[in-house]
């Protein structure tokens, strides 16, 4: 099982105002910056518990919609059949709609992360407020969404730790994974990441 990493991902620095702006009150979060990556990380949390480390828990989201849009049907489809095989987390709504949410707020896009690769694999990247890029795993199924169609296949038996989530990011960021955490059984401390004035 791996260790869970759950956060927000942008290429520029986000104002603290606009993040806060953006975000419900009920969202705390801290800002990150990983000089290696080049990339900023958006850490959330409820506020009467910020965490000790950041990245290592999942984003609150008892003030975020948790239905899809209409231009998600396959999405919305492949949840409802996860949810019927008790598989649901693994496409966590509130990441889609967060995302979906701060790319258009913030004029940027968004990776949204969640995966500890023992029952989530999740990562999502959104572009002026809408979806571009889905990876999911939900039991048995993998899930991929590019180019406005949703594919699924049978997952492969061999995966490695955080395999969705590390695609992501070596995408989003054309660096390495492993650089702050995503893949490794032991991540660096505090996943590299050097914490910012808010």
């Not at 049907?73 to 709504?93: D, F, M, T, W």
């Not at 890029?133 to 939900?138: D, G, T």
């Amino acid at each position: 099982m791996g260790y869970l990493i759950s956060g927000l991902f942008m290429k520029e620095k986000p104002a603290p105002e606009a993040l806060r702006q953006a975000l419900p009150s009920s969202i705390g979060f801290n800002i990150y910056f990983h000089p290696t990556l080049s990339v900023y990380a958006i850490d959330t949390f409820r506020p009467s518990k910020p965490p000790t480390y950041p990245l290592t828990t999942p984003i609150p989201s008892i003030d975020i919609p948790l239905e899809l849009g209409s231009h998600l049907s396959e999405i919305a489809e492949a949840y409802a059949e996860a949810k019927r095989q008790q598989v649901a987390n693994g496409l966590p709504r509130s990441y889609i709609n967060i995302a979906e949410s701060l790319s258009k707020s913030l004029n940027q896009p968004v990776l949204a992360v969640f995966s500890d690769d023992d029952v989530c694999d999740f990562a999502c990247i959104a572009e002026k407020g809408v979806i571009k890029s889905l990876w999911a795993r939900c039991g048995e199924v993998e899930y991929r969404f590019e180019n406005e169609t949703l594919q699924s296949n049978r997952a492969a038996e061999d995966t490695h730790i955080h395999q969705n989530a590390a695609e992501a990011i070596k995408i989003f960021t054309g660096g390495s994974p492993e650089l702050i955490g995503f893949g490794l059984l032991d991540p660096p401390d505090n996943f590299g990441l050097e914490r910012l004035n808010t």
